[in-house]
Nanobody
């Protein structure tokens, strides 16, 4: 069994920053790629950023490129998302997710493990 627990969400003004964390526990060796997804009210859950098992490869949604940075520290089983230059359209529930695939997918269907989510609200 794998557990993922996010933290770090909150309310911030436009232009501000937040750092999300996701601590993984349990059978973490079952996961290789990790990712952050987000879901705004009335919208589908979308990929924000992904990172390979060793952190050597990352990918970002076009909407967050240059503003968000994904990283992981395998020594402490933690995934991070540094979010700078936040915009009101970044408001959503942010989820961390883990995949057992041998590549790092962007499709949510390839992620078997999910956290409970953390709310990020950006005011204008």
């Amino acid at each position: 069994q794998v557990q993922l627990v996010e933290s770090g969400g909150g309310l911030v003004q436009a232009g501000g920053s937040l750092r999300l964390s996701c601590v993984t526990s349990g059978r973490t060796f079952s996961m290789r790629g990790l990712a952050w997804f987000r879901q705004a009210p009335g919208k589908e859950r979308e990929s924000v950023a992904t990172i390979s098992w060793n952190g050597g490869s990352t990918s970002y949604a076009d909407s967050v490129k240059g503003r968000f940075t994904i990283s992981r520290d395998n020594a402490v089983n933690t995934l991070y998302l540094q979010m700078n230059g936040l915009k009101p359209e970044d408001t959503a529930v942010y989820y961390c997710a883990g995949s057992s695939a041998y590549y790092t997918p962007t499709s949510r269907r390839m992620y078997e493990y999910w956290g409970q989510g953390t709310q990020v609200t950006v005011s204008s």
